[in-house]
């Protein structure tokens, strides 16, 4: 079997979602649920967008052992490779990603060069890049639009300067699978060097084809694919790992490929992702969707139930879906519970794990089953007990169809306590407004959305909002059992990450010529 690699680009292509706001720790969270996950190739940032973006990839060089840990740097601007450097030397294997459009258009829109100089710009980025490691990845941007013969060229030198990786990057999302297939055949046989250099490639899903263009690479000799985490990412999004995964490991007779990623992470990945970033998914989507392994009940039901189902294509069981077994309650021990949580993924110090202990048994007088999806919402909203402007500290509504709603909200603003109250055309409005009002803060709510965490009346609501404010939007989540509550979380927690992208500093001033900016 041939190993594919996958290189995940969710915490940088894939935080391109619209409105996903994440703090540092959440991103090393994620980064290290990704390392086991098993991803072979890990890039968390553009190192010289911006301090934050500088902190996190170096925070992750730093804490994260496993994958490769990859900073994208513009071929054009010299001081993205010294950057991008200072953030990944730290790593056990450390790559720099360098990229330059080759399709005429993205090359006249944002390079301002013909083909042969866009050449020469990747040649001398590649150069520099291995001043600094012998692992250089050169991406090719909007591949699939451009000259194959620009294509074959700009590949060949790039191998010749010391590439040894080449992403094909269908940037904009318009290519099928035979174009792919034409296109990787077209290096395979133009370029001598091919077996040992790892050809790569890049979707956007915005044909819904990027799992099938991905696989149509592999197909045809490449043996490395980005893809994110749910697929989330600008627009429709890049290709989905767990798709990509899942149809590498239930056709390998076809692909004759595979893949390092451990299975049973799949689904505390996706959760987890879902979670931090506030992208839903749609309950159809393929793999981890909530309807993905939920047949209906008209389906013919066989006697013995031992017998694997002859609908069932993939075992659900296999990419870390919870068994009814497995549910804890009450009655859980600390052992248990320390036990299930590293299972999950989550190696809790004995202070921390005390902490989820105590929380974990006042869920368990709501409701009765706890599940997966509890646990991690208990621990995470845990974690995010990073210093923020504003805490909520209590909330008390009264709704009903005789009184006029209203909301009482104790809250901390910038260190001061302070309390106020008002009316609403619902609870959650008059939370929202009394919220608002002592926050001094006006954005609009451009989406909200209440979906239960877990089946049972007693589950916990998890809200997902979406707030704007002149050029930022960002999203924000709560989760209570009581559904009101949960609201005030959800906005509070959106407020807060509105405070922080508007302090966001940007340490690399674009200057005119070399403006374009990493489009890939
Ligand atoms: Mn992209």
Redesign the pocket.
Known sequence: MRQVLIFD?TLR?GL?SPGTILTIEEKVRIASQLARLNVDVLEVGFPAASQEQYAVVERVSREISGPIITALARATNPRDFEIAWKTIRASERPRLHTFAPISKEYREHFLKKDAHQAVEISVAAVKTARKYTPDVEFSLVDAFRADPKEVLEMVRSVVDAGATVVNL?D?VGRATPSDVAVLFRLLREGIDQFGNVTFSI?C?NDLGMAVSNSLAAVMEGATQV?CTVNGI??RAG?TPLEELVAALSTRSDLFGAESRIHLDQIYPSSRLVRRLTGVNLQPHKPVVGSNAFFYASDVPQFADATDKPPYEIMHPEKLGIQKTGELLSSRTTLAELRNRFEELGYDLSSERLQECYSAFQELAMKKEQIFDADLELLVNTMAVMEPAPFNLLYLKVNAGSISVPNATVQMEVNGEVLQDSGFGHGPVDAAFKTIMKMTRRQPRLVRYSVGAVTPGTDAQGEVSIRIEEGSHLVNGRGADTDIVLASAKALVDALNKLERVREEAVIYEFTDEESWLP??
Do not use: I, Y
Request: hydrophobic share 15%; proline share 0%.
């Open positions: 680009t292509d391109k990057a940037t890049h956007h980005h990412g600008e890049n489009k890939l």
